[in-house]
């Protein structure tokens, strides 16, 4: 069977050379590489824009590339001449959406050819607009009068997946319906280009629901008479549809492949002996909406506050990420990025580190996992994991221990551990069993694969 496998968003990197600073860049890859050597029967072709060669990236035979150096150049010189109308002409011009056009139909003759051979889709969410193609607009406030003129980006790297998800699904709707994953609660599905609305929920690392609008291209199917219940006509060409999505562990798959540590509790107290107290990666974020949380407290979920008051007063030996030079001069600190292949030898190198709200977020991160993974100790913040899908899973004293309250709670903890062994091998071999049990039991991985071979 083939299936298709992408990003919405962004081109794909196999290896780590490829890979930015911020983070989850590893995540598709390395699903990709797992669920090819679980699966070898099947075929897994890469759709999202990548340059690499998977077999010299070590991926099994059964991974190909869609975009193969050939294709590439020839899509280089087909939409070419197409960017250089765009480049010369305003947003509202007829000539800047002809240029588009053009631009789809360059990737379209590259993947709307796989329509018929697929048996599934597996697609992960990046960022991406209400519009990623020539729609027909919902108002005339957007590019030329009666359609909408998306965003480079946008058309580039999520239009033409969105087309080949809708000609799939055109095939079958109900039986032919694409599994998407969401690493980033905020890249939630916006995209109005597609057509058919997900019946499965959207496998994910927070449990919520979100709306989203459909484009009917001229389709009058009714939504009130089949599987499509829950839809309803929101404009004369467009349905709007309840989306699910379904916490599934997702967030521990960037582990898979990465060059772990040995068990802490092969090392025990030599560990902790040679280990400074404290250290964080930490990304400058900002707030997000976000699902359900306590707005009263929006300001300080930011990263900034949280890093000036929880953080700093710890003195921390590193703080790594990427932030801005305004907000490192704010704070006083400077913050420098790490390369992949030095992060866990750096996590290592720390008794305890902190994990936090992303954009003001309650959901699971990969944080936490690699921080078991690197035997350090890893409190969080009380609006992190707000569903307890990560420390909930912990025995109940090492939850309440890694779940500060207030910054003074988290302070005196740290300063515990800095002359307390014990306590800390019982955490870090806590964590560890926890990492053991999620890693060998691979939850969203057997998602996927239901979902596959059903």
């Known amino acids: 069977m083939l299936y298709a496998y992408g990003k919405v968003g962004r081109s794909i990197a196999l290896t780590s050379g490829g ?27 890469i759709v999202s824009t990548c340059r690499d060669d998977p077999r010299a990236c070590g991926f099994p035979a059964n991974v190909v590339n869609a975009w193969t150096p050939e294709r590439l150049n020839w899509y280089r010189d087909a939409v070419r001449p197409h960017q250089e109308v765009m480049r010369r002409v305003g947003k509202t011009d007829t000539a800047m959406l002809d240029a588009i056009r053009g631009i789809e139909s360059a990737i379209d003759t590259l993947l709307l050819p796989l329509t018929e051979k697929l048996s599934g889709v597996i697609m992960w969410m990046g960022q991406h607009g209400t519009a990623n193609g020539v729609l027909p607009a919902v108002t005339n406030r957007s590019g030329t009068p009666g359609f909408t003129r998306p965003y480079d980006s946008f058309v580039f790297y999520g239009g033409g997946i969105f087309r080949l998800i809708n000609a799939w699904r055109d095939l079958d709707p109900v039986k032919n319906e694409e599994t998407w994953l969401i690493a980033d609660a905020r890249n939630h599905l916006k995209a109005r280009d597609i057509k058919w609305p997900p019946l499965r929920p959207v496998l994910g690392q927070f449990n919520f629901t979100r709306y989203l ?211 800390w091998v019982s955490l870090v071999n806590a964590q560890y069993e926890l990492l053991s049990d999620t890693l060998r039991d691979r939850q969203w991985l057997k998602l996927i694969e239901e979902r596959m071979h059903q």
């Open 19 to 45: 890979w930015g600073v911020v983070g989850g860049d590893s995540e598709p890859p390395r699903l990709l590489n797992s669920l090819a050597r679980r699966n070898p029967d099947d075929t897994f072709v």
């Open 213 to 423: 609008h459909h484009e009917r291209f001229g389709d009058v199917t009714d939504p009130n008479n089949n599987e499509w219940f829950l839809s309803k006509w929101k404009t004369d060409h467009t349905w709007l549809s309840p989306v699910r999505y379904e916490y599934s562990g997702l967030e521990a798959c960037s582990l898979l492949g990465a060059r772990l540590p040995p068990s802490p509790a092969s090392v025990m107290f030599n560990t902790w002996v040679g280990r400074k107290s404290f250290g964080i990666f930490i990304n400058e974020a900002g707030f997000h909406a976000g699902q359900g949380r306590d707005q009263e407290m929006s300001g300080r979920l930011q990263r900034a506050p949280i890093v000036q008051e929880w953080v700093l007063p710890l003195e921390p030996s590193f703080i790594h990420g990427k932030w801005t030079t305004a907000s490192q001069e704010k704070l006083g600190i400077t913050v420098t990025t790490a390369p992949w292949e030095d992060y866990y030898d750096i996590l290592a190198s720390v008794r305890c580190t902190f994990t936090t709200p992303s954009s003001g977020s309650g959901w699971a991160t990969t944080k936490p996992w690699e921080a078991f993974a690197a035997g350090t100790v890893c409190f969080r913040h009380p609006a992190y994991d707000t569903q307890d899908h990560i420390y909930g899973r912990l025995p109940q004293w090492a939850k309440e221990w890694l779940s500060p309250p207030t910054k003074e709670h988290l302070w005196a903890r740290v300063h515990t551990l800095n002359k307390d062994p014990t306590t």
